[in-house]
């Protein structure tokens, strides 16, 4: 099984930049495609941005622009730097993997934008 441990996480002003980090380790095979979705208090888990190992990228509408999602093979490490920082984007941070027979989760990592 592949285990995944986001960091990088935090509190930061509005316009401010982070930049979250996903380890993988374990059944480091199960990495075809990883992405990063948010959730929100009261509010459903969401998509975020995701990258393959083609080097395919994707993002949703509402941080196109502001989020760079990047996939570093040799360390099994997925990033996502975001800019801009806005108050709507706090949330707790998921990581996720997938490949064609399993899939994985990160703990999460609270992102908090304060105005």
């Given amino acids: 099984q592949v285990q995944l441990v986001?960091?990088?996480?935090?509190?930061?002003?509005a316009g401010g930049s982070l930049r979250l980090s996903c380890a993988a380790s374990g059944d480091t095979r199960c990495i075809y495609r990883m992405g990063w979705y948010r959730q929100a208090p009261g509010k459903e888990r969401e998509f975020v941005s995701r990258v393959d190992?083609?080097?395919s990228t994707s993002y949703a509408d509402f941080v196109k622009g502001r989020f760079t999602i990047s996939l570093d093979n040799a360390?099994?490490?997925?990033?996502?730097?975001?800019?801009?920082?806005?108050?709507?984007?706090?949330?707790?941070?998921?990581?996720?993997?997938?490949c064609l027979w399993s899939s994985a989760w990160g703990q999460g990592t609270q992102v908090t934008v304060s105005s």
């Fill in 75 to 98: 360390k099994n490490t997925v990033y996502l730097q975001m800019n801009s920082l806005k108050p709507e984007d706090t949330a707790v941070y998921y990581c996720k993997t997938s």
């Fill in 53 to 55: 190992t083609s080097g």
């Fill in 6 to 13: 986001e960091s990088g996480g935090g509190s930061v002003q």
